[in-house]
């Protein structure tokens, strides 16, 4: 075994069916009493069940957050919270909810509670992200890491089913890109490997019954450790390219990064053979069908879009695209190179299985 460096990230997890219930005992853990709660204009009645749960502990409700986090609206949370006198920021919902908590950490250091219902894994890291003027800027930050993550299965019910593969997908991409990583180690490989497992088995079956505990709960555990591995390694090709996407041309995150996700594999591929082996056998496909193909087959066969065009993108956009991906170059195992990106990104626009 080669030597390698792991330096896990600070948090606590609460998790188990019915543990929003242990929402204000871990405020207090936290040494907070003045939370202000953060949603998306869809999830208010559910942000105004955590308030209520908070009782005096909460200050109110900001039910803004949008997707891929634009600065205006970072500031107008900042602001709120400054005038609110709050000390501690609950995220209630997906991965745009918990990129406005972070925005206002990374400005304040206020302290971050999440409560996922999806399956975003946006709550295990340190990883940031704000557009400004059509490009979203990333970075690395320890203040926007939220201190306590509570994930109840219980609350992911009313996602609905298309939304909750796309979402389960998202997390597969952070734990594939995760082992293609140049700053990956063997616990990580293990994460990634046990989160990819956990989502393969939950999403058919989510497909069949959107209400079933046990995916719900494997669903939910895969995104955690999905989560996990994307904060503790550099993102790569992948993420470059969602990142763009989403940031440059507003395309929906976890439907974008089911798209793009076979098509980066397939571009890594002989780059990373280790890691492509540890996709197959998480997902449990046969040697004759590649990691990449095993990732198209399981979004496609369970109703997920895999075409960008579907999602909006025109096919004039691609060369855009292509060149702000060459830009600020996230490490990747194989280097990029403008013709098969571009390659690439035609047979996501088109929705090709990967070959």
């Given at each position: 075994?080669?030597?390698?460096?792991?330096?896990?990230?600070?948090?606590?997890?609460?998790?188990?069916?019915?543990?929003?219930?242990?929402?204000?005992?871990?405020?207090?853990?936290?040494?907070?009493?003045?939370?202000?709660?953060?949603?998306?204009?869809?999830?208010?009645?559910?942000?105004?069940?955590?308030?209520?749960?908070?009782?005096?502990?909460?200050?109110?409700?900001?039910?803004?957050?949008?997707?891929?986090?634009?600065?205006?609206?970072?500031?107008?949370?900042?602001?709120?919270?400054?005038?609110?006198?709050?000390?501690?920021?609950?995220?209630?919902?997906?991965?745009?909810?918990?990129?406005?908590?972070?925005?206002?950490?990374?400005?304040?250091?206020?302290?971050?509670?999440?409560?996922?219902?999806?399956?975003?894994?946006?709550?295990?890291?340190?990883?940031?992200?704000?557009?400004?003027?059509?490009l979203k800027k990333t970075g690395r930050d320890a203040r926007v890491l939220p201190r306590t993550v509570i994930y109840d299965p219980e609350l992911s019910y009313s996602l609905p089913v298309d939304l909750s593969v796309t979402s389960a997908m998202n997390a597969i991409a952070h734990a594939a890109e995760g082992?293609?990583?140049?700053?990956?180690?063997?616990?990580?490989?293990?994460?990634?490997?046990?989160?990819?497992?956990?989502?393969?088995?939950?999403?058919?079956?989510?497909?069949?019954?959107?209400?079933?505990?046990?995916?719900?709960?494997?669903?939910?555990?895969?995104?955690?450790?999905?989560?996990?591995?994307?904060?503790?390694?550099?993102?790569?090709?992948?993420?470059?390219?969602?990142?763009?996407?989403?940031?440059?041309?507003?395309?929906?995150?976890?439907?974008?990064?089911?798209?793009?996700?076979?098509?980066?594999?397939?571009?890594?591929?002989?780059?990373?053979?280790?890691?492509?082996?540890?996709?197959?056998?998480?997902?449990?496909?046969?040697?004759?069908?590649?990691?990449?193909?095993?990732?198209?087959?399981?979004?496609?066969?369970?109703?997920?879009?895999?075409?960008?065009?579907?999602?909006?993108?025109?096919?004039?956009?691609?060369?855009?695209?292509?060149?702000?991906?060459?830009?600020?170059?996230?490490?990747?195992?194989?280097?990029?190179?403008?013709?098969?990106?571009?390659?690439?990104?035609?047979?996501?626009?088109?929705?090709?299985?990967?070959?």
């Amino acid at each position: 075994m080669p030597a390698f460096v792991h330096s896990p990230l600070p948090g606590r997890v609460v998790f188990g069916a019915g543990s929003l219930q242990q929402l204000s005992a871990e405020i207090v853990a936290m040494g907070c009493s003045r939370a202000l709660v953060l949603c998306t204009p869809e999830q208010t009645a559910l942000a105004q069940r955590v308030s209520d749960l908070l009782g005096d502990k909460s200050v109110g409700i900001f039910d803004r957050a949008t997707m891929h986090v634009p600065l205006e609206t970072a500031q107008h949370a900042r602001a709120v919270a400054r005038e609110l006198g709050a000390d501690c920021a609950i995220a209630v919902g997906g991965g745009s909810t918990t990129g406005l908590g972070k925005a206002i950490a990374l400005d304040s250091g206020l302290p971050i509670l999440a409560i996922p219902t999806t399956y975003a894994g946006s709550e295990m890291t340190p990883i940031y992200g704000i557009t400004q003027d059509g490009l979203k800027k990333t970075g690395r930050d320890a203040r926007v890491l939220p201190r306590t993550v509570i994930y109840d299965p219980e609350l992911s019910y009313s996602l609905p089913v298309d939304l909750s593969v796309t979402s389960a997908m998202n997390a597969i991409a952070h734990a594939a890109e995760g082992l293609c990583a140049v700053d990956g180690n063997p616990i990580i490989d293990l994460m990634a490997a046990e989160g990819i497992a956990a989502l393969g088995r939950a999403i058919p079956r989510l497909k069949l019954q959107a209400h079933d505990p046990s995916a719900r709960h494997d669903a939910l555990y895969g995104a955690w450790l999905c989560g996990s591995v994307l904060g503790h390694v550099g993102m790569a090709l992948h993420h470059k390219l969602c990142h763009t996407l989403g940031g440059s041309f507003n395309l929906p995150h976890a439907q974008t990064h089911t798209v793009v996700l076979p098509h980066a594999l397939a571009y890594n591929a002989s780059a990373a053979p280790q890691a492509m082996q540890r996709i197959q056998s998480a997902l449990g496909v046969r040697s004759t069908t590649s990691a990449a193909q095993a990732v198209y087959d399981l979004a496609h066969d369970n109703g997920a879009p895999t075409s960008l065009r579907e999602l909006g993108l025109h096919e004039n956009d691609l060369h855009t695209a292509l060149e702000i991906a060459l830009q600020n170059q996230y490490p990747n195992p194989r280097p990029l190179v403008r013709e098969p990106l571009l390659a690439l990104l035609q047979d996501a626009f088109e929705g090709r299985r990967p070959h």
